[in-house]
């Protein structure tokens, strides 16, 4: 497909689990960011990537959450012992990025993935 | 930090125009607008810059006030399928990544 594409669409894990979530952005999309979504809230910012540099990871709530994007295509986003307060609706966007968008990065649209929704029970 | 939108929730009647407001207190370099459906991905609509432009996608525009720090969105003679959460989100200038900070959301309900 040509969108952003993200794994599992639901995921529901028992407190103190792991959780592996997945994201395949458009192809050739330099940039590529997490947003954590809390019912009937705006997207916040969890970290993003230029290829396979995590550049900024300012929005990760706790040392609980890692994500990588070993070679700057697919990325993953995980989260150990996870706790109730994690669940939440996981949104990954891609967008040009880089020196390929031809512009600044702030002016380039993110192009969103439909979520991991995360139930932690 | 979090942009300010305004209203929280509308209910428009089918070809009623509607203004979302968004307002930020730290210096904006752009204003993103994402439109969301319930359980779907957030939608861009259009990005305003710097320097008051205005921008349209079909019946529905935006402008940008940069003495304000002020984003509007209009959607003028609305359909049903406008139906769903307006977001912006914020650009500033002391981050070149890209990532956006989002306001709350508005709600738009559009009734036959």
């Known amino acids: 497909g040509a969108g952003v594409s993200q794994s599992p669409r639901y995921k529901v894990a028992k407190r103190g689990q792991d959780v592996a979530l997945r994201c395949d952005p458009i192809s050739g999309h330099v940039s590529l960011f997490w947003y954590q979504q809390a019912l009937g809230q705006g997207p916040e910012f969890l970290t993003y990537f230029q290829n396979e540099a995590q550049l900024d990871k300012s929005g990760l709530p706790s040392d609980r959450f890692f994500a990588e994007r070993p070679e700057g295509s697919v990325s993953t986003l995980k989260i150990q012992r996870t706790q109730q307060e994690d669940s939440a609706v996981y949104l990954c966007?891609?967008?040009?990025?880089?020196?390929?968008?031809?512009?600044?990065?702030?002016?380039?649209?993110?192009?969103f993935g439909d979520g991991t929704r995360l139930s932690i029970l | 930090q979090q942009p300010v939108q305004s209203p929280q929730a509308v209910i428009l009647r089918e070809g009623e125009d509607a203004v979302i407001n968004c307002s930020s207190s730290k210096a904006l370099y752009s204003v993103h607008w994402y439109r969301q459906k319930h359980g779907e991905a957030p939608v861009f609509l259009m990005i305003?810059?710097?320097?008051?432009e205005q921008k349209g996608h079909e019946k529905i525009s935006a402008s940008f006030n940069e003495k304000k720090q002020q984003s509007s969105l209009y959607l003028t003679a609305s359909q049903l399928s406008y139906s769903g959460t307006y977001f912006c989100?914020?650009?500033?200038?002391?981050?070149?990544?890209?990532?956006?900070?989002f306001g709350q959301g508005t709600t738009l309900q559009v009734k036959p």
């Open positions: 966007a891609s967008s040009l990025g880089g020196l390929q968008g031809g512009t600044d990065r702030r002016n380039q649209p993110q192009h």
């Open positions: 305003l810059l710097k320097g008051g």
């Open positions: 989100g914020t650009a500033t200038g002391s981050s070149n990544t890209g990532k956006l900070i």
